[in-house]
């Protein structure tokens, strides 16, 4: 009834049948998440961190007792992989002990829960430090930025049979496109 009232959803039988389409396909994200969630109610927070005089902060929202949770109802992808990586990295260097806890599917793995485990709070601030340096440097000079490409890159890279070879070939496809639909290097 929310969806068909903010106009999100048709009216009448195909809504109720586009409705239906959509929650089995988000069903096993649902039923993994309701099960690592156990009942617990997500809150924001407010996280800082200093690195070299600078103080870095954020709000984190999704957080649970026992992580920081993060949905995305399909394969990750370069741009979520970064998001989903800051926020690890900013609580990580907080202090504040939160694994980040993600769903998405996994090839051979499932949705998910999976985790990555806090970073150590003396180790994160020398990752922030580089990320820093980067954007000083992206003040002064375009940087290269491919998140698409080098998430390719790194998924065929690191998979199981991988290798650099496939990685630069995966890249190479997603930069110049596959003739039809998008293409990183031309944004």
Do not use: N
């Not at 409705?19 to 996280?47: D, K, T």
């Not at 290269?144 to 070939?169: H, I, N, V």
């Amino acid at each position: 009834a929310g969806l068909r009232a903010r106009a999100m959803l048709a009216a009448g039988a195909s809504g109720r049948r586009m409705f239906a389409e959509v929650r089995e396909q988000v069903a096993e994200y649902v039923e993994a998440f309701e099960r690592w969630r156990a009942g617990a109610e997500p809150r924001s927070l407010q996280v800082e961190a200093t690195v070299d005089g600078l103080r870095v902060h954020g709000q984190l929202t999704d957080v649970y007792p026992h992580g920081i949770a993060r949905v995305r109802f399909d394969e990750q992808s370069g741009p979520g992989a970064i998001r989903a990586g800051l926020d690890w990295l900013l609580a990580s260097a907080a202090g504040t002990g939160l694994d980040l806890v993600q769903f998405h599917l996994v090839k051979g793995a499932g949705v998910g829960p999976h985790v990555r485990p806090a970073l150590d709070p003396c180790k994160a601030p020398d990752a922030l430090r580089r990320l820093l340096e980067l954007r000083r440097q992206g003040l002064r000079e375009p940087l290269p930025f491919a998140p698409y490409s080098s998430w390719d890159y790194y998924q065929a890279a690191t998979g199981e049979r991988g290798s650099l070879e496939k990685g630069a070939a995966a890249a190479a496809k997603r930069w110049r496109g596959a003739g039809r639909g998008f293409a990183e290097g031309e944004g």
